[in-house]
């Protein structure tokens, strides 16, 4: 790299005032990203990569401020520039791209009216900024660019909105995009447009972007160069695809272990975590920041701080013991004991849950939305079912559904050990109240914050099993201990406890009434991976413990494909796709399957074609006629069935046994079209 | 597990909750308005309590050499056209503002807390006739409302003043409460509530109530020094007490014409006195809003 480069951080050091006290945020990040050159920098949540993204603009929230270090724009210190100079280079050079596109937009004002602002601010007339807007949208693969223009932000799905937003952001010809999560809240097949969009941006226009992101995977696919971030500290940095296959530090290596991938199953495999939580705010660290966590930590490690070391070709990390990081010993022993069957090997085949012809219509502005349209599934004792498919296609609604907690329209048929339960809670007996319960997505909805850990299961038990307030508190001390939560944390409010343990509270509230079946509904989507890993393992165990089945509801697919013995894929509140999930996964698979699975950026780096949908999901209240996903099929056009597709609905066919597709389009004929 | 080692866990999870207690404290110390405030409200306070015992004068004494006499040595705040003495009379009027103030407050609390709840949680058709009725009295100005319910009851009194007032609060707290509880109810505890069999009752008031707090107190503070205002203003138009007692708004009622001949000084005492309680309650609203980042 010969030229200067766009951003350098030189040793950048942030802190927060949190309660009167400054917390250190960044620790000493040095960094530089080339002009033209894509930088990715990942971590877990509370690492420092937003405050990073941040203080390349000089954009900190209030409590905020450099404590030390440089922040070198094109070789110009920012630290040192006047309120003026920073808010010209973020109008001409810097843009930024942030995680909600909705709310980074004024929801008053018509796009186009946003969109031209930021031409007029670069000096164009009023007509000319119009027109220059409606360019810009085209530019950002827009179709309808003048009806587009004339809507307010709330009237666009995700998708389109983050174009927007990008648009805007490449208004200025910025030298250097700031993207913070810019995918993070679009579904699979959505996220992979708007990221094949900024590949293709940035080969035109030679942007250099700062891509922040937890996503390994999308990295992977958008990065020249990746930084990796622990507790404010740049702990490893080189080429992407060095860093990913072959990790140095051994917080990359145990964050690389703990993701499912690649065909991991629960049955043969399981993931490994990394110990310990990470630190709180501010912590004051004389040694690495990662050693009370590291499996090879010495007693160097927890004196002194590790320099960056180089290891070759820009890759450097900042550990003692690189050279050792890839061999480093596992955190959890890498396989199973005994595979799922074996244990309920009595039970094996029975049928615990039958769903049929569930529908759930709900009236809105006097139009009937048909959010779930007669869904039939089995799951057996002891099995796990995963549920896919992008938002709106039901998934949360089913789960309602079976439990009661909404109640479902008539015809439909939840039947329980054979029993044919009644669609509303209240007609519900405790015992089948209890036989099936839920794990939230979200720990922080899902507990009291104002109730103590064990007066939260303590009453589940009370109530689910009729014992006196003394023998539940034991029981729900029992049952915490069993999940790995500390006796000392029993008295602790949800709000002192992490994310990870909150959601083991949360599953020990599941289990309290010692469930049947229990519905997992994203229950790892807003924690970490590597806590991520260590919940997955905690419900295999379950599962294998107690035979307990589970509905398993996630919009990360390989999170679904390790952990479920049989996957159901939906669309628009209809089941397209049924069976056991290596089939699924296997293929072949049905179109819209085959556009999802294809969407998802593998870590691994290796290239798959990308199999797009047409156009967005429509509106569940005005559903295309024929077969719903017609107007986007991949797999449509040539198929000689077309005229079948777009007139009648297909039914969820056994197109080999055990094997259900909604598809007119024969089975070999897709397999034959996928193969090539 | 040892005993031992939970109990020493359990310390430190402890020691982490007195943590936080102790640099939100740091930072309420910190803080003026708030420090401020509470200085002004103890020293009210304390004069609610031992006012009869500070003050150099009864309420009621009477001296008819020493009318109107300007503030001195002798009277400090001066003396009224009865020959009372201002000083005295406006500390030993301090307790029945704030008692009144206070109670009409918790009742108001109480009242429109409870109605919000049931409002929030149920939804539907109850929700809208009881906010469309909320509406309703709150569209009428608190004052009139006010005068003519003491007018209706035929007879002031601190009680009816108390009870009306605290009837007026209601709908605000009501309103606010709901709008929280609308929240409250989407977040998934309330489900997980439903899928242990629990009552109603139960999820009203040992699930959600908890988690409204917060914004309930601030709304406490806020009606609180409403009431003040309110409850001086009723005495000031002469609904709010008996007459002759002790009052601040009463004591300005009731010597307000003398301004013109300039004796200012009966009337300006307690209407600082009035301003003084007023500011440093919204002071100590403002401070725990900041702190507790509300």
Request: proline share 5%.
């Amino acid at each position: 790299m010969s030229d200067t480069p766009i951003l350098e951080l030189q040793d950048l050091r942030v802190d927060y005032t949190v309660r009167g006290i400054d917390r250190e945020v960044l620790r000493g990040i040095s960094l530089s990203i080339a002009p033209g050159e894509a930088y990715g920098l990942v971590g877990e949540s509370g690492c420092g990569k937003s405050t990073a993204a941040y203080a390349a603009m000089r954009y900190l929230p209030r409590n905020g401020k450099i404590a030390g270090g440089k922040i070198l724009f094109d070789g110009r210190d920012m630290t040192t520039m006047n309120n003026d100079e920073v808010s010209e280079l973020r109008r001409s050079a810097i843009s930024m791209v942030y995680q909600n596109p909705i709310a980074a937009m004024n929801p008053t004002i018509r796009i186009g009216h946003q969109l031209a602002e930021v031409f007029r601010m670069g000096g164009a007339t009023k007509e000319e900024s119009f027109s220059k807007a409606e360019a810009a949208l085209a530019r950002v693969q827009i179709a309808d660019a003048p009806r587009v223009m004339r809507r307010y932000p709330h009237q666009l799905s995700g998708g389109m909105a983050q174009r927007v937003v990008i648009a805007m952001a490449l208004a200025s010809n910025p030298r250097l995009l700031v993207m913070d999560e810019p995918t993070t809240g679009l579904d699979a097949t959505v996220e992979a447009e708007v990221l094949d969009l900024v590949r293709e941006l940035r080969r035109e226009t030679g942007t250099a972007v700062l891509f922040i992101s937890h996503n390994l995977g999308v990295i992977r696919h958008m990065c020249d160069r990746v930084g990796v971030l622990y507790a404010g500290s740049l702990v490893e940095q080189g080429e992407t695809a060095t860093v990913l296959s072959n990790p140095s530090h051994p917080y990359t290596v145990g964050l690389l272990r703990c993701i499912p991938r690649g065909g991991l199953h629960k049955n043969t495999d399981r993931l490994d975590t990394i110990s310990g939580t990470p630190p709180p705010l501010g912590q004051h660290f004389d040694g690495c920041v990662f050693a009370p966590r590291c499996a090879l930590a010495e007693d160097k490690c927890t004196t002194n701080v590790p320099e960056m070391i180089n290891i070759g070709n820009g890759h450097i990390a900042r550990c003692f013991k690189h050279n050792e990081a890839s061999g480093m010993p596992r955190n959890v022993e890498s396989v199973t004991v005994s595979p799922t069957r074996n244990a309920s090997v009595q039970q094996k085949g029975s049928q615990l849950l039958n769903i049929d012809h569930l529908s759930k219509a709900f009236t809105q502005d006097g139009h009937t939305v048909h959010v779930v349209n007669d869904v039939s599934l089995r799951v057996g004792v002891g099995e796990t079912l995963g549920l896919v498919g992008e938002s709106g296609a039901g998934k949360t609604t089913i789960a309602k559904l079976i439990l009661g907690l909404t109640g479902s329209d008539s015809g439909s048929h939840v039947e329980l050990n054979g029993k044919d339960l009644a669609a509303t809670l209240k007609k519900r007996d405790v015992a089948d109240v209890g036989a099936m319960q839920i794990v939230f997505q979200n720990p922080d909805q899902a507990l009291n914050r104002r109730h103590s850990v064990t007066r939260i299961v303590g009453r589940a038990v009370q109530k689910l099993r009729g014992l006196s307030a003394e023998e539940s508190t034991n029981r729900a001390h029992d049952l915490l201990s069993g999940m790995r939560v500390e006796a000392s944390l029993h008295s602790a409010r949800p709000s002192q406890l992490s994310g990870g343990l909150k959601q083991r509270v949360a599953i020990s509230r599941a289990f309290a009434g010692a469930p049947q079946l229990v519905v997992c509904d994203e229950p790892t989507s807003a924690l970490d991976v590597s806590v991520q890993a260590t919940i997955l393992n905690l419900l295999v165990d379950l599962q294998k413990q107690d035979g307990t089945s589970f509905i398993f509801i996630s919009h990360d697919l390989g999170v679904v494909r390790y952990i479920s013995d049989k996957i159901a894929v939906l669309y628009l509140g209809r089941v397209v796709e049924f069976g056991e999930a290596d089939v699924v996964f296997g293929g072949p698979h049905h179109p819209y399957t085959e556009a999802l699975l294809s969407s998802v950026p593998n870590i691994d780096g290796s290239v798959r074609k990308r199999i797009p949908l047409a156009g967005s999901v429509p509106s569940p209240s005005n559903p295309p006629t024929g077969c719903v996903l017609n107007p986007r099929c991949p797999r449509m056009a040539g198929s000689g069935v077309e005229g079948l597709c777009t007139t009648v609905e297909p039914e969820l066919n056994e197109v080999e046994p055990g094997h259900f597709m909604r598809c007119h389009i024969p089975l070999d004929q897709l397999r034959v079209s996928q193969q090539k | 597990m040892s005993n031992v080692e939970s109990v020493n866990s359990v310390v430190r999870s402890n020691a982490e909750r007195k943590q936080i207690r102790k640099e939100r404290l740091a930072l309420l110390r910190k803080n003026k308005a708030f420090v401020v405030g509470t200085t002004i409200l103890f020293f009210w306070i304390v004069l609610a309590v031992f006012g009869e015992l500070i003050a150099p004068y009864a309420a009621d004494e009477m001296s008819f050499e020493f009318t109107g006499m300007a503030p001195s040595s002798q009277f400090w705040f001066g003396t009224d056209s009865l020959g009372q003495d201002v000083f005295s009379r406006v500390l030993i009027g301090t307790r029945s503002i704030l008692v009144m103030s206070f109670s009409a407050t918790i009742l108001g609390t109480i009242v429109g807390a409870s109605i919000g709840l049931a409002s929030g949680y149920f939804k539907g058709a109850l929700d809208t006739v009881i906010m469309r009725l909320l509406e309703a009295i709150s569209a009428i100005p608190v004052l009139i409302i006010a005068l003519l319910a003491i007018a209706a009851v035929g007879g002031r009194s601190p009680v009816i003043t108390v009870l009306v007032i605290g009837f007026v609060f209601a709908p605000n707290i009501a309103r606010t409460v709901r709008a929280t509880v609308l929240g409250e109810t989407e977040l998934e505890y309330v489900a997980a509530a439903r899928l242990r069999a629990e009552r109603t009752p139960h999820i009203l008031f040992r699930e959600v109530l908890p988690n409204v707090l917060p914004p309930i107190i601030v709304e406490f503070t806020v009606r609180l020094g409403y009431a003040i205002f309110a409850i001086a203003t009723l005495s000031f138009l002469g609904a709010g007490v008996e007459t002759g007692s002790p009052n601040w708004g009463m004591q300005i009622s009731e010597n307000w014409s003398s301004i013109f001949s300039n004796t200012w000084w009966p009337t300006l005492f307690p209407a600082l006195a009035i301003a003084s309680l007023a500011v440093c309650i919204n002071l100590i609203s403002d401070g725990l809003l900041e702190v507790f980042e509300i």
